[in-house]
């Protein structure tokens, strides 16, 4: 009697329970590695704060008087064990809780649901104390000046970074279609610049560019980084369920440098021909859904063959934005790239994955919106988790990718 190796796919995407489906080995082409969360962020921020990677430690890197900024982008897993880590450093070191600023950018998520203050861990008596700013861009007369780039750009940044003593960033570092890799100084803009900033760093991805490519957008925000004198750093690599999986600190180049090299053994994924299917999941812990949806969708166009299936699993509830709404008014999905050129809408990115995805092969979505939100974007709604192992059931060669907002794909002869 013979047998047949099986495998369980276990994919995360925001509900009660995650999505478990049972495969023959060899209908798996891939399936990414699920790196786990560790279990105190806190814990493993401080010990790394004390023996940062080519750097002092934090707490002899600033002086008593120094005003301190964090600078936390808003994606951050567990943002405020990161900020409480510092806060034992900068007590230890002398700093008032006064002097402390923890500054973020809105994101378009937040008229969705209220932020999350990142003082919560901090000692009560520390809480009030610690002053928390998120910063809206708007314009420059809202910002100070910086300084003006090699290339002659004129850089506004929020005044609170440009008058600090200090500035700490505490990031995420991952995959981006536009950087290449985000984490560090891609903190600071566009997100604590200015609205015109921002609109013109919107569609700046190039789906041909590798991540270690050379990226103008990526350059910027180091230079940027260079002129306000920012030295130390505290990254995060993502678990696959939205939580921490490690913690690095120290200096900048070399905590880009590893977090690189741990970026590209856990999310990412090269095959030596496209697959037939796709499956991806996306976190509900994204702090704006649709933009984690595009990011999925590049992933997925990077693997999937021509007229395959990409099938993505969220719990995506969010209505659409003006950039994906085109696709309710256009026939092929492609004749929207121009308009949202000329608009550049904030869903830009999103929108252009969508089309170009749609274009290439089917696309399949389990998510909170209503079937007919679903099929207005030419894209085939699930209803339940029983239809996506139905789906998969007729499929031959199969990739999964848990996380895929932090992960990048690519086939090898292209």
Known sequence: MSTTDTHTIVL??????????????????????????VDDVKASALAVLQQPLDFPPLSQSVIPDDHVVLAVDPATPDAASLVAACWVCLEEAGISAENVLILETETLGDSASPPVDPRRELPEAVRARVQWKRHRPGSADDCAYLATTAAGERIYLAPELVHADAVITIGLLGFDPLLGYRGTNSVF???????????????????????????????LVDEIGW?????????VIP???????EVL????????????KRLDELFRIELDYRAETVVVSIGKTASDPWQALGAALAVSRNLVGREGKVVLLSSLDQS?????ELLQTHDEPLDILPKLQHV????REAATQLAKTLDWAGVYLLSGLPD???EELGVMPIGSTDEVERLLAREDQIVFIPAAIHSFGRVRSE
Not at 192 to 208: F, I, P, R
Not at 239 to 245: A, D, L, Y
């Open 189 to 219: 803009y566009p997100g604590l610049s200015t609205a015109e900033a921002v609109k013109k760093s919107q569609g700046q991805g190039h789906q041909e560019l590798r991540p270690n490519d050379e990226r103008p957008l990526r350059q």
């Open 320 to 324: 659409p934005q003006s950039g994906v």
């Open 344 to 347: 550049n809408p904030d869903d």
């Open 239 to 245: 678990s696959v369920t939205g939580g921490v999986s």
């Open 249 to 260: 600190a120290g200096a900048l180049d070399s905590v880009l440098r590893e977090g690189k």
């Open 12 to 37: 995360e995407y925001g509900a009660e329970s995650p999505f478990r489906f049972q495969i023959e080995a060899d209908r798996v082409v891939a399936a990414m590695p699920t790196p786990e969360s």
């Open 227 to 235: 002129l306000l004198g920012t030295l130390f750093t505290l990254q």
């Open 372 to 374: 007919e939100v679903v």
